[in-house]
């Protein structure tokens, strides 16, 4: 009965190569987001979709690029990998607005 | 944007011990979230406290919203508390933008 759930969990890879971060949440909100934990565990929002529109896009490099399909679908997808995008990658789910977030186990992204 | 500053930043304490973890944020707040991450880095819904006191066995929170903080208390600490504490806010006028503390590091040692 995972509510937000994260594949894969583990991501390594090298550098220059694309990559996708696929999550589902099961709990019936309209809302996802994508969050980065860098090195210094310092959480901070990338995107979030409401009703699968682009709400907030965060100064994100444009090689990151989020699909959302539906709105239980919010994917991640990286081209050109760096060295600094290692890092673990969270998906959320809400309802709209200023509802708790709830969080997936993460995905950790490591650049060789 | 909003600013949220956490304090202390490491807490060492003896299993058995009582600890007091505060949240200061620079704005009004619609949300106020605590997360634990664990060793194994999931991030665990403690509590959702815009505004007063809930409690949730040996944790408790309590937000002032008008003074801008929050707090979280742990009593009777285990070896399983370890890992960081985070809390989290919502701006009112950011839509639903999370802005996460530094976090509290906290240690229990058996």
């Known amino acids: 009965d995972t509510a937000v759930s994260q594949t894969p969990k583990y991501l390594v890879t090298q550098m220059g190569n694309d990559k996708s971060i696929k999550c589902e949440q099961n709990l019936g909100h309209d809302t996802m987001y994508w969050y980065k934990q860098d090195s210094k565990k310092f959480l901070k929002i990338m995107f979030s979709y409401n009703n699968k529109e682009l709400i907030i896009n965060e100064t994100v490099p444009n090689r990151f690029s989020p699909k959302s399909p539906d709105k239980a679908h919010l994917n991640l997808h990286i081209n050109s990998l760096e060295l600094g995008d290692s890092a673990v990658y969270f998906c959320?789910?809400?309802?709209?607005?200023?509802?708790?977030?709830?969080f997936g186990d993460g995905t950790r992204l490591s650049i060789l | 944007g909003i600013q949220v500053e956490q304090s202390p930043p490491d807490l060492i304490l003896q299993e058995g011990a009582n600890s007091t973890l505060r949240c200061n944020f620079s704005?009004?707040?619609?949300?106020l979230q605590w997360f634990h991450q664990n060793p194994w880095g999931q991030l665990i819904n403690l509590f959702y406290?815009?505004?007063g006191t809930k409690q949730n066995g040996r944790l408790s929170a309590t937000t002032v919203a008008t003074e801008r903080y929050s707090l979280l208390y742990i009593s009777s600490s285990q070896t399983t508390d370890s890992g960081v504490y985070f809390c989290a806010s919502i701006r009112e006028t950011s839509g639903s933008r999370l802005t996460f503390g530094e976090g509290t590091q906290l240690t229990v040692n058996p």
């Open positions: 704005d009004s707040v619609n949300n």
């Open positions: 406290i815009p505004s």
């Open positions: 959320a789910s809400s309802h709209w607005g200023d509802q708790p977030q709830h």
